[in-house]
């Protein structure tokens, strides 16, 4: 995995690590027997800064219907929260649970899909054909720098085939792009020339790592300015 990725990843790994002590925290409170007269207002307290600690810390790298889905669960769980029965607190308690499990999940899933996926040039490749369908193969050639008969092989090997630098860079940055863009759309992204580069596309810089995190960066802008 590259750096900008084992960035991306750690980032995902530390984010999955505060909604872990988020459950733990919620579970230790419905262990509590009996449940204190000040109870109530001290869980409030609490569950409103650990929402709040959740939405601060979402990753950048996830999609935007993955943070929209995110803000989602957290603005329930508040709003269960706030509309909390005092005869029965700990209902609260088990709803917040359940909404940061819920994140929690879709977080590990997005882990999952990185691990297999940067693990196998099959995987990649073959991702990498469903996100640009118009998309011939002598364009994804050229974004990968390798021989139309190289894909067709790589394809068809029986066994998994590890994956070059440049595959695993053009596969995450067109995961990135693709929701917002057409395959043409993601084409063109790839070949625009880039102050931010040296007055280069992203195709000609793509192979210099010192260029990997700033790519990255015009990646997660794009897909800001015309994400769903």
Known sequence: MTAALAGEHEELQRFSALLEDSSRKLLDALRRSPVPADYLGRWQHTASRLSEAIDRSTPPSLDPEQVAEIRGELLRVMQ??????ATRPLDSVEAALLGFEAIRHLVRDELDRQAVGDGDARTLLAGLKDALPHIGLRDLARLLD???RSIQRTLASPTAVEPKRRLVLVARLVSLLSRGWTPEGVIAWFDRERPELGGVSVLAAIDDASYEQEIFELAR????????
């Open 80 to 85: 269960r929260v706030a509309d909390a029965d």
């Open 146 to 148: 390798v021989s139309e």
């Open 221 to 228: 802008h794009g897909r800001a300015q015309h994400g769903s």
